[in-house]
Every structure is written in C-alpha cells, then in structure tokens.
Nanobody
Framework: AQLAESGGGLVQPGGSLRLSCVAS????????MSWYRQAPGKERELVAS????????DYADSVKGRFTISRDNAKNTVYLQMNSLKPEDTAVYFC??????????WGQGTQVTVSS
C-alpha cells in the first residue's frame, strides 16, 4: 500500500486541524491504521490507532480528549481530528498501516506547527 498524508499546516494554540491519510489498493479495510508523530530531536511516538473495523481506538495520554482518530473504509482514508492544539503538538505526523501479515507501510508525513 502507498499512504499519502495531508492536512498539516500552521495553527495557533487552541486551534484545530484535521489530518487525512489516503491509502492506495483495495485492502485498506484489512489494515490496522495509526498516526505517529516525530518532533525535532525526539523519537517517533504513537499518537492514535484504530482497528480494521473502526470499533476500537487507542490514544497516547498526551492527546486523550483532544484528538480523535477515525476511518472511512469506503474512501480508503483514516483521519486525525486535532483540537485544542498546543505548541508541544508541533511535529511531523505520519500515517502507518499494518497488514494482518505484519507488514507495515508508512506515509511521508505532514508537518503540523502550533505557534502564535
């Protein structure tokens, strides 16, 4: 699968952004999808994940209550709605897909900058 993220940009603290990740191929619904982020000088960290059917989600403690992950299998797309953004949310955000075989795919990332 090929993954393409979009929706990043510059936003003021307290603002919102919605990231999208579109996957190529016809097996999107079989992938567990996740969003990761990597800030300068830091390790890449898991932000949120969602199961194949979208019935179960998981979040990093730092984003719980502010971010929402969702997916539309008909559109081969996973979303990350980000509200109440903070400067510490500034990072490159990556989409990841994991197949039932364990094979994983990554997008190229989209920059999110939270600054006044």
């Amino acid at each position: 699968a090929q993954l393409a993220e979009s929706g990043g940009g510059l936003v003021q603290p307290g603002g919102s952004l919605r990231l999208s990740c579109v996957a190529s191929g016809s097996t999107f619904s079989w992938y567990v999808m996740s969003w990761y982020r990597q800030a300068p000088g830091k390790e890449r960290e898991l932000v949120a994940s969602i199961t194949t059917g979208g019935t179960s989600t998981d979040y990093a403690d730092s984003v719980k209550g502010r971010f929402t992950i969702s997916r539309d299998n008909a559109k081969n797309t996973v979303y990350l709605q980000m509200n109440s953004l903070k400067p510490e949310d500034t990072a490159v955000y990556f989409c990841r897909a994991v197949a039932i075989t364990g094979r994983q795919y990554w997008g190229q990332g989209t920059q999110v900058t939270v600054s006044s």
